[in-house]
C-alpha cells in the first residue's frame, strides 16, 4: 500500500509504524504511552500529507487553477532555524542543508534562536538538545506556549540523551522527529525536505482558502452551507443581496424560511439526495426574498464531507434567473409566431449550426427541430446555389443580408425550389443568420409552363393561319360561287379542332370524341345510318387536326354526293390499332355510285397528301360502285398518344366503342 503513497507520506507511516513498536516493546507505562502519542502525531502528520496532496490535484484539475500560483521551490526560500551552541556544528548544519529552496538561520543560544522566532516566520527548528543554561527541551516547551510559534516543527539532534527516556520526553515536548549525531546528511535532508514540502503546502492551502473565501465574499451568486438537518451554517453576501436577509437573521435558523408554502417539499427531498451523496445540478424552481417577493432561481447543490469522508452538510449556490427565465419565455412566444408561418425559418452560424427550427420548416423539409439542430443547415437540405455561397456569405456580412433562390432537398428526397431571405441578427452577444424560405416549387413549375404553353400558342397559331390560308387558296381555286359556304364549313370543322384540343389541354383528343364533333350536323342519324365505333384510343394534337379536317371533308362529300344523299345509304366508320401500326376507315355502301373527281381539289389534298404528310402514312382512296372506301394506315406511335388504349399486345382494345 505504502509504494502508491508520496515519499512524505510514506516517510510519515514509518515513523509511526517505530512508534508503535516501542510502545510494544518497553515495559515502561509512561515511555509506553509516550511512543503511543507519537504514533499518535505521525499518523495525523501522515493524513495531512495526503490531504495536502489531493488539494494539490484538485487544485490543478479545477477550472480555477491557473488564477490560484502553487508554491514551488522556485519561490521565495523558506526560513529554516538552526540552534547549536558549537558553532562547528552550525557550519555542518549548513553544508548538508544547502539549498537554493531554504533560507538557513544560525543562532549559538536559545536566547538568539528566541528573537529570530520573534522577528520571522519558520518552517522548522532543528535543535540540539544539550545547550547551556536552557536545554533544548525547555526550550521547545517555552515556544510551544507562545501562540505564534506553537506549531513550528522541531527536530531534535543530540549526541547524549538518546535512550528511550529522552527520546520520549523530546516527542513530549512536541518534537516531531529525534535524531542522534553523528548526523546522516541524508536522512537529515530527507525529512529537512518533507517539513519544507509540509511547510510549503500549509501556506499553498491557506492561499487556496484565502482565494475561496474572497470567491464567497465577492461572488454575485449565493453561496450558502447548512448542516444535514437543513439549518443554515454560511451565509454570504450574495445570498444577502438575493434574499434580502442580513446573515445574523439567517444563520442558526432552518432554509426553509426560503422556500414558499407550495414547495415545501423540496428540501427533504434535497436533503435525501445529499445524504446519499448525491450532487444536484441545475435545479429550476423559485425562492421567497424577506420582502415576500418570489424570484426565480438556479440551485447547485452539493455534499461537504468531513476529513474521515463523512457527509456533515451541503454548499448551495443559488443564482437568479428571473432574466434568464423570462427571455427565455419571449423567445418561446417570438418562436410560437414563427411557428404559425407556413414559411420555414430558422437561425443558424457558420460554425455551430441550426439553433432554431420552426414548425414550418419542420413541415416543409420534413425533418424535425430534434434532427435539425445542431447540423449545418446546406449538408442537412444539400443545398444548390444560384451563385457561389462564399458570394453569399459575404454579402450578409457586408449588407446584412441576402435574398435569392436555393435549391433544397426534403427528407423524403423531393427536390423543392425556394425563394430564400438571409438576414444577419445578434442576439445576446451571438451573431445568427435568420433564414426565411418560401417553398415556389409549383410556381415556379406553372411560370414554366405558361412560357412553354405561350411559345406553344405561337407555334400553333402560325400554323393554323398556315392551314387558313391552304383552306381560303384552295377553295377559291375550286369554285368562285360557293366560295364563302364551303370556306365556312371547313373552318368550322377546325374549330372544332381547337376546341377539343384546348378542352384536353392540348394533351390529344380521343378518337369518338372527335368522331362525333366532326359528325355533329348528323347527330341524328349516328346510331342509325352512321355507325362508328373502335378502341379507347387518344390522337396526338398534330393527328387530331389532319383526321378532324379528313372526316369532316368525307362526311361533306357523303351529304353531297354519297351515302348520307340518299335515303337508305350508311356511313361506317371504324379504329384501332393493329400490332405497331394505326388504322382508321370511313366506308360507305348503299348508296349511289361516286365516280372519281377529274381534278384533285382541296378535299382530295386534306383526304389524302395532308393526313400522309401529318402521320408519316398511307391513305388508301377508292371510289367503288358500292361506296367510297377511304383507310389511314400509319404506325401506332405518330399518331396515338400512350394512353393506355393501345399497348403490347397489339391487337385492339377489348372494350371497343360503337355510335
Known sequence: MLQNLSDEVRLCYERAAEAKERADGTPDPEAKADFLNMERRWLLLARSCEFGDSLRENM???KWARAIPLVSRRQAPINILIVDDEVKNLTALEAILDDPGYRLVRAETAEQALLALLADEFALLILDVRMPGMTGFEFAQMIKQRKKTANVPIIFLT???????????????GAVDYLNKPINPAILRSKVGMFAELYRKRHNLEEVNRTLAAVV???DDAIISKDLNGIIATFNPGAERLFGYRAEEVVGKPATIFIPRDRQQEEPEL????????PVHHFETVRRRKD???????????P????????TGASIIARDITRRKQARELLRRQADLLDQSHDAIFTWKLRDGIAYWSRGAELLYGYTSEEAIGHSSHELLRTRFSIPVQEIEAQIAREGSWYGELTHTTRDGRTIVVESRQVRVAYDGETYVLETNRDVTERKAH???????????????????TVVYAIARQTASNNLEDFVERFSERIQALSANQDLLVRNDWKGVEVSSLVTAQLAHFAGLIGSRIAAHGADLRLKAAST??????????ATNAAKYGALSADRGHVDVCWGVSGDSFTMSWTERQGPSVPAPKRSGFGTIVLQRMVELSLAGTVDFDYAPSGVTWRLTCLAADALERFGGWGNSGVESSSPRTR
Do not use: C, P
Open 292 to 302: 415576500g417577493t418570489l424570484v426565480d432561481i438556479s440551485l447547485h447543490v452539493s
Open 447 to 465: 411560370e414554366e409552363q405558361v412560357q412553354f404553353l405561350v411559345r406553344e400558342v405561337n407555334h400553333r397559331s402560325k400554323n393554323l393561319l
Open 545 to 554: 387536326q389532319a383526321i378532324g379536317l379528313a372526316i369532316h371533308e368525307l
Open 304 to 311: 461537504v464531507k468531513d476529513d474521515q469522508g463523512r457527509i
Open 271 to 278: 436533503l435525501v439526495r445529499i445524504r446519499r451523496g448525491e
Open 159 to 173: 549526541a547524549y540523551y538518546n535512550d528511550d527516556q529522552h527520546i520520549a520526553e523530546g516527542y513530549g515536548t
Open 217 to 219: 465574499e465577492w461572488s
Open 60 to 62: 490543478r484539475q479545477a
